[in-house]
Each structure stands twice: as structure tokens, then as C-alpha cells.
């Protein structure tokens, strides 16, 4: 009977020593928390200012961009591609986009973009869709299943 308390005695001051000692899991620092469009998030800051700068072109509706001493044609339609799936609200944005190079195939000097519809009935789709998106609300609210009322 005394080897088994001696056992037991044994076993409990190893498993004490291993819950004292035992390294603890490295917390993980708190990254920062980055908010935007999940295509805008992927680019780093060189990228994400060139973003910044063709959606600001896009959303005065000009025509066209300058884009200085030449841009890498591969990742100006990276740019290109995450601002029409980064922002589905530019629906009068046309797919197309004309674009030209410098003295590098691989390099563009400026870019033409297309719209589909003018700006006078792009104001008047988006007062028609918020008016819409308030009445379905406005339902939605005094309906029994708003799910259903939405859907």
C-alpha cells in the first residue's frame, strides 16, 4: 500500500511540474484590422493608391487617365477587375476599357474608360432603386415574416 501512495505521490509531482512549466501558447498579437473591399485589401500600399486614384477617375466620370511613367499592364487590370468587383455600385461602368502602352508592351502610359449609361439617367436609376429598397423595407417592417416580405 505505501508504493502505491508513493506512485500516486510521484505521479502528482510530475504532473504539477509539467502544468508549471509547460510553455503557454504565444498569444497572437491583435493584427490591425484593416477595412475595405476584399480586392483592395490584397494590395499593398503602392497598389492601393493607384486603386484609390482610378476609382476616383471612374467616379468623376472622366474619360480617360494618366497614368505617368507607365504602369505595369498586368497590374493595372488587377486594379481594374477589383474595382468592378469591389464596387457593383458602379453598375454604368462599361466592361470595357481601352488602354495605351509606352515604348514596353508591358507598360501603360494612360487608360479610356466607357460608360453605359449618361450621368442624368444614372441618377435618375439610383433615386428609382433607393425609392424601391424603401418601400421593400417600409414591407419588410410591418410584415408578419419580413424575411419572406424581402425575398
Partial sequence: MKWLLRLLAVF??????????????????????REGPPGYLTLNQG?????QQVLAVIEARED????GTGV???LFFKIWEYIRWDKPELFW????????????????VSA?????Y???????????????????????KESHDPLRTLH
Fill in 12 to 33: 502528482f509531482l510530475f504532473y504539477a511540474a509539467f502544468i508549471v512549466f509547460s510553455p503557454t501558447p504565444l498569444q497572437e498579437a491583435a493584427a490591425p484590422k
Fill in 47 to 51: 497598389e492601393q493608391k493607384l486603386y
Fill in 64 to 67: 480617360r487617365i494618366a497614368l
Fill in 118 to 140: 449618361p450621368k442624368e439617367e444614372v441618377a435618375a436609376m439610383r433615386w428609382a432603386l433607393e425609392q424601391k429598397v424603401e418601400e421593400a423595407v417600409v414591407a419588410a
Fill in 112 to 116: 479610356r474608360f466607357f460608360y453605359t
Fill in 93 to 108: 461602368l462599361s466592361s470595357r476599357c481601352q488602354v495605351y502602352g509606352g515604348d514596353d508592351e508591358s507598360t501603360l
Fill in 72 to 74: 505595369d499592364r498586368e
